[in-house]
């Protein structure tokens, strides 16, 4: 028997903003409000927009050696080695080096303490803290207390800093513990749509009114999903269950910078000797962005061909990009497959001409050093 979709702390709220709520990964989540999908996402794109995140997973992790030494069985960084106040782009790996989540893994400071700050998808909590209470017995469980909103967009340095005193210092995947009317938030510059931003960890009983204060300034407006998806998609990122699962490893997936090399060398690490092996020779898959040509919407699922009809792959995540005006899509192609011939989709029946592209379909924007960078 299916359990019912978990209500997210505002989901009053949301509704009463005129949020469509839908089911995803167990929980009731806002996919658009009245201005659209394409409107929202547009106006990430050119000023700011709020996305509450509240399903995603967040736990503390005391750092000590211990809780380190359990940890990178599954987590493919030294993590000794970690900067305070950074955040880092990781995983949790199985024995084979699949996926078993993406994590934001961060080193922050609170009340005196050092501490592992995870943050990590809302499909996958049940695997994950699985892992954390193994590796941790006192792991500590905060997104049953604490909200999690993304700002993003060029202009949502303007509208947090109004709020919250932001360091001019901070740059992207830097993280600090700041204070919102006089209550301490976690706060890191970061998000998943190819635009600078912020994530805001706070409390439930401080959200409403911390994301009403934010709206106040005119071109920032709530989204859902919906954009959040298309956002992240046309900035060429993966997401869990569609680019990235437990046969899926990190370098499979082109994402071997995330990877610390000197860890493959680590017998203690899960998968280390495959995912060595594919980084100095070739996987069997490989990753690539593609764009319709006859304006065919491309999805999730449909599969790919050579020129003589002999499956080559498959799309992982598909969608109508508002910035390029065309249908977009992430795949993943066999690595014999020679990418100079032409790429075809089968789409209701028919085999469409698609075109190999390079990602991100449209250039990140995050801060670094005051300058814009990929």
């Known amino acids: 028997m299916n359990e019912l979709p978990i209500d997210i702390p505002l989901r009053k709220f949301h509704e009463a903003y005129g949020a469509k709520m839908v089911p995803f990964a167990g929980f009731n989540m806002p996919i658009n409000y009245k201005a659209g999908i394409i409107n929202e996402h547009k106006n990430v794109r050119n000023h700011s927009g709020i996305f509450d995140v509240s399903h995603m997973g967040q736990v503390l992790i005391e750092n000590n050696d211990l809780h380190i ?89 303007e509208v947090l800093k109004n709020k919250i005193e932001i360091p001019s210092y901070m740059n992207f995947l830097d993280i600090y513990e700041l204070k919102y009317k006089e209550n301490l938030v976690i706060v890191s510059r970061s998000g998943y749509t190819g635009e600078d931003g912020f994530e805001i960890s706070i409390t439930n009983e401080q959200a409403e009114i911390f994301i009403k204060d934010l709206l106040e300034n005119e071109n920032t407006m709530l989204c859902g999903l919906g954009s959040r998806n298309s956002l992240r998609l046309e900035a060429g990122l993966s997401l869990y269950g569609h680019e990235l699962n437990e046969e899926i490893t990190p370098i499979e997936a082109g994402l071997s910078w995330a990877l610390d090399k000197d860890r493959l060398n680590d017998t203690t690490l899960n998968g280390n000797k495959i995912l060595s092996d594919q980084l100095y020779n070739k996987p069997s898959n490989k990753k690539i962005g593609l764009v319709s040509v006859n304006r065919a919407m491309l999805r999730e699922g449909m599969i790919l061909f050579d020129d003589n009809k002999n499956k080559i792959g498959k799309i992982t995540s598909g969608c109508f990009s508002p910035n390029l005006n065309k249908s977009i899509a992430i795949g993943y192609v066999n690595s014999n497959f020679d990418e100079e011939n032409e790429i075809f989709c089968e789409i209701r029946n028919k085999m469409e001409l698609v075109k190999k592209t390079s990602l991100p379909f449209v250039k990140k924007n995050y801060k670094k050093n005051g300058s814009n960078y990929e």
């Open 69 to 157: 030494n359990n940890l990178e069985k599954y987590i493919p960084l030294k993590l000794n080695s970690l900067k305070k106040n950074k955040s880092n782009y990781t995983f949790l790996l199985n024995e084979k080096g699949g996926v078993v989540d993406d994590l934001i893994v961060s080193l922050i400071e609170i009340d005196s303490k050092s501490f592992l700050y995870i943050v990590y998808n809302a499909s996958r909590k049940n695997e994950d803290e699985k892992i954390f209470f193994n590796c941790s017995s006192k792991a500590k469980i905060i997104h049953n207390k604490n909200c999690l909103f993304a700002i993003q967009g060029p202009e949502s340095i």
